[in-house]
């Protein structure tokens, strides 16, 4: 797929891949073998009919593969531009048994940015049956949530606490990665199915669980308010001027749009940055850091490549914009000077030893091998965990001791009427899982209601 | 979009705004915040909720103009809008069960005392409040702190009005007055906190300070607002933003504060030479 040049696009914030042609789509769409036994379709969590948009795609019916993948999945131009493909629909390929597996991702971005740039109409709004649905938080399951009951007539209102929907899509992940105009274009086509979006409303603050129940006569809530909170590493010079957690410092960027010299929030403007951890949202943040123009950017991570979670693409492209990788490397201490500047950081080498419970080997400090690492910024991206407010202010809403929700199989909290997925219920995971779990919860919700009704006109009787 | 339902000014540098937040009104207690966004390209600020009323469904805020965004939100106007305004965020004090309060508020900081102590006053605490100030042209909200308590006593650094002197020194002669406080509450500079909590620590006095530090989302996904509190790191947006002014580490959250002051100086002197003579456009208004 064609690209920004790894050393031009390291000093921008424009997308670094440009999509296929309708030519490279057509012919990539050619490669797949419409297999009887579907086994990527089993790959995406939420079952996109694959074979069949990719055979509209030959045929050049670019609107009809739109279409055919919006049976099953409401956001494909994020889809398709985030999802770790390799280890989903693209891993059960059967191309990449001998040689690459099609590349599905690329083509279903390719059908939604055809679709962006070509469709006419807008969505349709489906008769309303006179239920209502609130959802907390915008995120990627609330809104994919969102999108299946309003398709099922369910009069929805999203809550969103920041003046923007979209959740991580907004804040978190970078500009060059996942423009922004497409996650408000997504939105808007929410909108015009009829799902009213508030944002600014923190809820366990201004409203509460119950009082969407009981006094603004919603039928049923799902909370799809993800995994915000930061974990820190617990190490001394961690409150040092130039330590930032990895949401706050792309909240900055990307929500508030620090790069952008136009908007008022401010950035450290750093000359060498060290970004702590091996995931997605490590390579986000030091890929950022490089185009806000930091000569030095390192990724320490305590285990090896093999172990990364992140992205393969996402580390590739980092390695190509001159990210250099510290990995089985780990923290000790941030260092400060006398104004409380962050002015480097110890770090200890590591080997890999033997395997934990999660079979992963588990690193293992080597005694005497510390070493200053030369930064002024320190960027925290070890993971976060569910935000504690909705638990503290909701009545018998159970949650494990990390703090996510805990839910049945089908998405039911231990509240009655209250169904939950996402990063709340797994802790930080993808974007796509979570769609899934909206996807799963909108249809135990219709479920829910429907079958509530059922009781009610059977006692009227 | 909210509306600015009326607007009056303080003094030369403090605005006092009543926002239209109907469903922030009905929740607003004494000790929360809220955070404003003036418009697409500002930035997220916290203020703390003055008052609030829910019959008229506003939320009152005052705020000194000290960087740009409380600059841009100075020249604003009854009838103009702000376009996000969230809240009420952060744990409201506990302010049940004191018999004698003491509560004190250095500068601007006294706007964000007044609900405390209107609260205490509520509650049945005898209720004395000091109100320090650089000098008398900068007095504020004397007849409403005089409402809320049973003896208000102002002073000023350079003692053009009211007893010369600082509030730490007055703390002092009251607590050796024999006055019995079971609670003070300190709000202001960080500086005026810090120097109060260690003159009620010589008297075991239990006192709460409201901490200031730097925030973006004020819903406890960010960090940025961390501060330390007995020796462990807090979020001041979810865990606070009220403290054990005993155990605050005030000299770390100063340093925090500094943050980004080189860039918020500069920023500040371009918004301040908007609409003094040759406006520099800045496409931001």
Known sequence: MPAQDPLVRNHNFKEVTTGYTPEMAVEEARRCLNCKTKPCVEGCPVNVHIPEFIHLITEEKFEEAFQKITETNSLPAVCGRVCPQESQCEARCVRGKKGEAVAIGRLERFVADWHREHASRPPEKAVTNGHKVAIIGSGPSGLSCAADLAKAGYDVTIFEAFHTGGGVLVYGIPEFRLPKAIVSDEINNLRAMGVNLQTDMVIGRILSVDELLEDLNFDAVYIGSGAGLPSFMGIEGEDLIGVYSANEYLTRSNLMKAYNMEYATPIRKSRAVAVVGGGNVAMDAARTAKRLGAEKVYIVYRRSFAEMPARKEEVEHAQEEQIEFLNLENPVRIIGDERGQVKGMEVIKMKLGEPDSSGRRRPVAIPGSNYELDVDTVIVAIGTTPNPLLKKTTEGLETDRWGCIYTKDNGATSREGVFAGGDAVTGAATVILAMGAGKTAAASIDAYIRHKKAALSRTEI | ?285
Do not use: W
Not at chain 2, 14 to 33: C, D, H, S, Y
Not at chain 2, 81 to 92: E, Q
Not at chain 2, 218 to 247: I, S, W, Y
């Open chain 2, 1 to 285: 979009m909210f509306l600015i339902m009326s607007k009056r000014r303080l003094n030369d540098a403090v605005t006092m705004m009543e926002i239209e937040a109907p469903l922030i009104a009905r929740k607003a207690r004494a000790g929360q915040f809220i955070i404003f966004r003036l418009d697409e390209f500002g930035e997220r600020v916290p203020l703390t909720i003055a008052d609030s009323d829910a019959e008229r469904g506003s939320v009152t805020i005052i705020f000194q103009a000290v960087g740009k965004a409380t600059q841009l939100l100075s020249q604003k106007e009854a009838g103009d809008f702000i376009l996000d305004f969230v809240g009420p965020l952060g744990k409201p004090s506990e302010l049940e069960g004191y018999k004698h309060a003491c509560v004190i508020g250095g500068g601007v900081g006294n706007a964000i005392a007044y609900p405390s102590a209107k609260e205490l006053h509520n509650n049945g605490a005898i209720v004395d409040i000091i109100a320090g100030f650089r000098s008398k042209d900068i007095v504020i909200l004397e007849d409403e702190m005089k409402a809320v308590c049973d003896h208000l006593y102002i002073t000023t650094d350079d003692g053009t009005y009211g007893e010369k002197g600082f509030v730490t020194d007055k703390l002092k002669s009251l607590i050796d007055a024999g006055n019995h406080y079971d609670l003070v509450i300190a709000i202001g500079p960080v500086p005026m906190m810090k120097f109060v909590s260690k003159v009620t620590e010589q008297y075991h006095i239990k006192t709460l300070v409201s901490l200031n530090p730097i925030m973006i989302d004020g819903t406890g996904m960010c960090g940025g607002c961390r501060v330390k509190v007995g020796g462990k790191t807090r979020f001041a947006c979810v865990d606070g933003p009220e403290f054990d002014g005993h155990e605050v580490d005030f000299d770390e959250l100063m340093l925090r504060n500094a943050f980004y002051k080189d860039q918020e100086k500069a920023e500040y002197e371009e918004t301040c030479r908007i609409g003094r003579g040759p406006a520099k456009v800045t496409g931001k208004e």
